[in-house]
């Protein structure tokens, strides 16, 4: 999905006001003097601002499809679960505006909220298959519960995901470096034991 650099600039308006002020709030009028064009341009390109929703989801859709094909295993729990969260973490960070949207907005956009659970049930099915690889090689142990430990996985990333990108606090913040090494050694260390 390609875009001219005007409709980039309008749809990045659009995600910026989407973040801070949520769909509602986000008026064509105001995407179009963060953008610095005309609102007609807006209509022109996107007719309104549900075209704008719409290619903002598209956009996030095509982007989980080029995942699937990133993961690349090294065999090396550690270095391939740090990996995987790594790729997430920029995922959604890259896609806050549709997440922040599912959040807020739940209940007057709910096939917003469709489109972004696509992600997590995403990089679940991708864990229990890599945790389900290492369990057949003798790297996890055969007791453990692959599904209950993707999940533990995805609620670790996603957890850390709202922190970081709802609150300021540093009492509340880790770096994503110390989030990475830390918490998933910790986990690796449990898978491990």
Same mark, same amino acid.
């Given at each position: 999905?390609?875009?001219?650099?005007?409709?980039?600039?309008?749809?990045?308006?659009?995600?910026?006001?989407? /973040? &801070?002020?949520? #769909?509602?709030? @986000?008026?064509?009028?105001?995407? =179009?003097?963060? =953008?610095?064009?005309?609102?007609?341009?807006?209509?022109?390109?996107?007719?309104?601002?549900?075209?704008?929703?719409?290619?903002?989801? +598209? &956009?996030? %859709?095509?982007?989980? +499809?080029?995942?699937?094909?990133?993961?690349? +295993?090294?065999?090396?729990?550690?270095?391939?679960?740090?990996?995987?969260?790594?790729? #997430?973490?920029?995922?959604?960070?890259?896609?806050?505006?549709?997440?922040? /949207?599912?959040?807020?907005?739940?209940?007057?956009?709910?096939?917003?909220?469709?489109?972004?659970?696509?992600?997590? !049930?995403? $990089?679940? @099915?991708? %864990?229990?298959? #890599?945790?389900?690889?290492?369990?057949?090689?003798?790297?996890?142990? &055969?007791?453990?519960? !692959?599904?209950? %430990? @993707?999940?533990?996985?995805?609620?670790?990333? $996603?957890? #850390?995901?709202?922190? &970081?990108?709802?609150? +300021?606090?540093?009492? %509340?913040? !880790?770096?994503?470096?110390?989030?990475?090494?830390?918490? !998933?050694?910790?986990?690796?260390?449990?898978?491990?034991?």
């Amino acid at each position: 999905m390609s875009f001219t650099p005007t409709q980039k600039r309008i749809l990045k308006a659009f995600k910026d006001l989407l /973040i &801070q002020n949520g #769909y509602r709030n @986000a008026t064509t009028h105001k995407i =179009a003097e963060l =953008a610095m064009v005309n609102e007609t341009t807006i209509f022109r390109n996107f007719k309104d601002k549900r075209g704008l929703l719409q290619a903002t989801i +598209d &956009q996030y %859709l095509t982007d989980i +499809d080029h995942l699937k094909h990133e993961q690349k +295993d090294t065999g090396n729990l550690e270095e391939d679960l740090t990996a995987m969260a790594d790729k #997430y973490q920029k995922f959604v960070f890259d896609h806050q505006a549709i997440f922040m /949207i599912g959040l807020r907005e739940s209940f007057a956009l709910p096939e917003v909220n469709k489109d972004v659970e696509k992600i997590p !049930i995403h $990089f679940k @099915a991708l %864990l229990v298959n #890599y945790l389900e690889k290492m369990q057949k090689k003798g790297h996890i142990s &055969q007791h453990a519960d !692959i599904e209950v %430990l @993707a999940m533990n996985f995805v609620w670790l990333n $996603f957890g #850390y995901f709202l922190t &970081q990108s709802r609150f +300021d606090s540093p009492l %509340l913040s !880790i770096n994503h470096k110390d989030f990475l090494s830390k918490n !998933i050694h910790s986990f690796v260390k449990e898978l491990t034991c």
